[in-house]
């Protein structure tokens, strides 16, 4: 049996076939790895205690900045603690907030629990528009009914 | 009065855009019509811009009794800023894409002369239904011109964030390339509909497709600029679902790019390039979706509405449905083209676009597979850069190392050991630098070094390839200098976009590898050190701008003892949003940056003020953007080309 099809058109499609099929082969496996092994969860304080987080694990903690608990280190580091109104977790972080930041005000944290189960963040987010909170945040805390909407917009904003 | 004038534009050009869409689609058979439809392009088009002038006046003269200027103009903006918020809202970039893709139009009615009649009635058609979807909306959904009843005396201003050179003109850009492909989209309906696709359609397509993609890469790269400065994370990438929306359709649309040319130059893979043209402009849609919807959790998007988006999103089931159904139908049909070898350049550029639609498979994943694992009830995951940095990198990667041998391997049936032969120069020119950059620079990094390599095997292999057209080194320099000179604008714009490329891969990968950071809370007089350099906080002194109270720091930067540059970077506060940024100082030396952010003001140990200084040492970081620049000064070269004038098309 010839493997080499004699017909032009068998074999401009068995080509085509042979170059796309190892690149799919190679896009699909790369996809398959970097979804087991490289995306990060997102908690709120409450599911990262129900979960039981391992230390060192990357993942997302997100929920309101509590008032009163920003604390500012001559050294640059910021301690505050994230809330989802049922628990709460101790970040640190070493540099910048974001302008945005606010307490109060919803934010994501990205890092990982030491061993003392502090959230050691290597960076923080909060939304450059601040009418909105991140949408993990909103949903999570609309999941423990604990939403009390977007905030009033002003009449003139309204769409 | 103005205002309602421009509302009622707004209207006038959604009626008009109704006749454009019926004239032109019956203009195909009927060319009494044809003209009619070009007339009523020409008038949507004009028609929008009075709308969006009315909405330029009335952000200009402050009339916040239009309740788009008071959600987003303050009275102390300047100029500059309060002409940029009528693109900075939700409604207003609306009315922006509208009137691009009304733009568009008009050009194809006054440049298309070259198109055969019927063929330019139906773009203009198709291009009108498009008109006709996004103008209702706009009209209905998202009217910027709407009053208020009770005016407030003040506007709440714009987000101060956006209130940046680099930003005022990065959506005008950005739509400009985003909506360029609907011409695209438009001539392969088009051609879907006369059922027949073949190079001379090709070459009508080249130049709006190359227009598109050059703005594209414009806007995308002003777009990595403002994030660099203005963010102050001193990252330009971060794999942001709003990122990622603006960078597929540009892979698709470099992917079309390429191949065009093959049913261009060949006729073959027809069905293909006209799958690539739908495509480009669904992922357009689909970017306005994410981006505007809010969907997705980015960390900039702007002036989002979620109770929108879902018509957004019909919108582009509608129009991406019909056009990929009318494909479905129609591509059969489609003529199948010449041959090739597997060793030619249609092969190298098949596996190209293998290479680029698989690309922008994983990007289109991994951002839309934190809603699919929501959707099947899944936790709230995100996926950051890890997965892309895995998937998206050496997919490229391959691309970009076959890339140089692309242009030196003949169509139809090539020798690739012939272009691998005049590579040999551009492979060890790469490979040396790889491997100096492995062995020199500290701390050692394989991957990076490996990239760098990566960068200079572009730029080689394009020099090559320029050199090889030319003669060079092998004919009297006479012809050299003939051929210099008599080589079409398209080839030398080919050179330019691919050492662009090498120049953008050369500044990334050093960049991200070789970045050096450094934070510290410094009182006055205090010094921080980043890598060789001595940063010294001299003063910190308050400046009144015109809408913003700012803090701004004197930080003497120093090498070694020598003076280096005074940097003055700010923390703005803007009372209109109470909203404070900060203003990021760059100092240049060569290719590299120094970027220092003044942070806010905290208590230091003793109890004095101190401000958070934090600074980067940016290797390279200007190749960067001055990377994607060449690449999209290539397009804009090739756009010029003789052969791609519409008007000179109208050879068999």
Redesign the interface.
């Known amino acids: 049996m010839k493997l080499w099809p004699t017909s032009r058109t068998a074999r401009r499609r068995l080509t085509i076939l042979l170059a796309i099929a190892p690149v799919l082969i190679l896009a699909a496996g790369l996809t398959l790895w970097g979804l087991s092994g490289s995306i990060s969860l997102f908690y709120t304080p409450a599911q990262a205690l129900a979960a039981k987080v391992e230390p060192g694990q990357a993942v997302q903690l997100g929920g309101l900045v509590e008032t009163g608990s920003v604390v500012k280190h001559p050294d640059g580091r910021v301690t505050f603690r994230v809330s989802d109104k049922e628990a709460s977790a101790t970040v640190d972080y070493q540099g910048d907030l974001p302008d945005l930041f606010r307490e109060g005000q919803g934010i994501v944290a990205e890092g990982v629990f030491d061993a003392g189960g502090v959230f050691q963040a290597t960076r923080v987010l909060a939304k450059h528009d601040e009418k909105y909170m991140p949408r993990e945040v909103a949903k999570a805390l609309k999941d423990q009914g604990d939403w009390r909407g977007d905030g009033e917009r002003p009449a003139y904003d309204k769409p | 009065m103005i205002t309602e004038l421009g509302a009622f534009a707004l209207a006038l050009a959604l009626a008009l855009s109704i006749a454009q869409s019926a004239l032109g689609l019956l203009g195909g058979r009927r060319p009494a019509l044809a003209g009619a439809g070009e007339g009523a392009a020409l008038a949507t088009f004009l028609a929008v811009a009075a709308a969006f002038s009315a909405l330029i006046v009335a952000f200009v003269t402050s009339d916040f009794s239009v309740?788009n200027v008071?959600?987003n103009s303050h009275t102390a903006k300047p100029l500059l800023y309060k002409v940029a918020g009528a693109w900075g809202s939700h409604e207003g970039s609306m009315l922006l894409w509208c009137l691009i893709l009304t733009a568009y139009g008009a050009a194809v009615a006054v440049f298309g002369k070259g198109l055969p009649a019927s063929l330019k009635s139906r773009v203009l058609g198709v291009q009108g239904l498009l008109g006709v979807l996004f103008l209702a909306y706009t009209t209905f959904a998202?009217n910027p011109l709407a009053r208020?009843i009770?005016?407030?005396i003040e506007g709440?201003s714009l987000?101060p964030?956006l209130q940046d050179p680099a930003l005022a003109a990065h959506p005008p850009f950005l739509y400009l390339g985003y909506v360029g492909f609907s011409v695209v989209f438009s001539f392969a309906v088009a051609a879907l509909i006369e059922g027949r696709v073949d190079a001379a359609w090709a070459r009508w397509v080249r130049p709006w497709t190359l227009a598109a993609w050059s703005l594209l890469t414009v806007g995308i790269t002003l777009g990595a600029f403002w994030a660099y400065y203005e963010l102050?994370w001193g990252g330009w990438w971060f794999w942001d679902p709003v990122e990622n929306a603006s960078f597929m359709p540009w892979l698709i649309g470099a992917a079309l790019l390429h191949s065009a040319i093959v049913t261009e130059k060949r006729g073959a893979l027809s069905g293909w390039t006209v799958f690539l043209a739908l495509a480009a402009f669904t992922f357009s849609m689909l970017g306005a979706f994410l981006v505007r919807s809010?969907?997705?959790?980015s960390?900039?998007?702007?002036?989002?509405?979620p109770?929108?988006g879902v018509l957004l999103l019909t919108i582009m089931a509608i129009a991406s449905g019909a056009g990929f159904a009318l494909f479905a139908w129609r591509a059969p049909a489609l003529a199948?083209g010449g041959?090739?070898a597997?060793a030619s350049r249609e092969?190298l550029i098949?596996?190209n676009n293998?290479?680029l639609t698989?690309?922008t498979?994983?990007v289109l994943?991994?951002t839309l597979?934190p809603l699919i694992r929501e959707a099947i009830g899944g936790?709230?995951?995100?996926?950051?850069p890890?997965?892309?940095?895995?998937?998206f990198v050496?997919?490229m990667a391959?691309a970009l190392m076959i890339l140089p041998l692309g242009p030196l391997t003949a169509w139809k049936r090539g020798d690739l050991r012939r272009g691998a032969d005049q590579l040999k120069v551009a492979a060890i020119v790469a490979v040396l630098a790889g491997a100096t950059a492995y062995v020199m620079v500290s701390p050692r990094k394989a991957m990076a070094s490996a990239g760098l390599a990566l960068g200079f095997w572009l730029i080689g292999g394009a020099l090559t390839e320029a050199a090889v057209r030319v003669k060079a080194f092998r004919a009297p320099w006479p012809e050299v200098r003939r051929r210099l000179t008599g080589l079409p604008r398209g080839t030398w714009g080919m050179t330019l976009a691919h050492a662009g490329l090498g120049v953008f891969t050369l500044g990334a990968c050093f960049e991200t590898a070789w970045k050096v950071e450094a934070?510290?809370?410094l009182a006055v007089g205090g010094q921080l050190r980043l890598g060789g350099y001595e940063l010294s906080l001299d003063e910190v002194g308050t400046v009144d701008g015109p809408n913003y109270l700012a803090e701004r720091g004197v930080i003497r930067v120093t090498r070694s003892g020598k003076a280096v540059c005074t940097a003055l970077p700010e923390r703005r506060f803007f009372p209109a949003?109470r909203?404070?940024?900060?203003e990021v100082a760059l100092c240049n030396r060569g290719l590299d940056q120094i970027y220092i952010?003044l942070?806010?003001r905290?208590?230091?140990?003793d109890g004095g003020p101190?401000w958070?200084v934090?600074g980067y040492f940016n290797p390279w970081v200007q190749l960067i953007f001055l990377g994607p620049l060449l690449m999209a000064l290539g397009g804009l070269l090739s756009l010029s080309d003789r052969r791609l004038r519409l008007a000179a098309g109208n050879r068999p």
């Open positions: 309740a008071a959600a998202s208020l009770e005016p407030p709440r987000n964030l102050g809010g969907v997705l959790t960390v900039h998007a702007f002036a989002v509405d109770t929108r199948p041959v090739f597997p092969s098949v596996l293998i290479l698989a690309a498979a994983t994943l991994g597979f936790e709230t995951v995100s996926v950051g890890p997965f892309f940095n895995l998937t050496p997919l391959l934070a510290e809370a949003g909203q404070s940024t900060s952010v942070g806010e905290r208590a230091a140990a101190a958070l934090r």
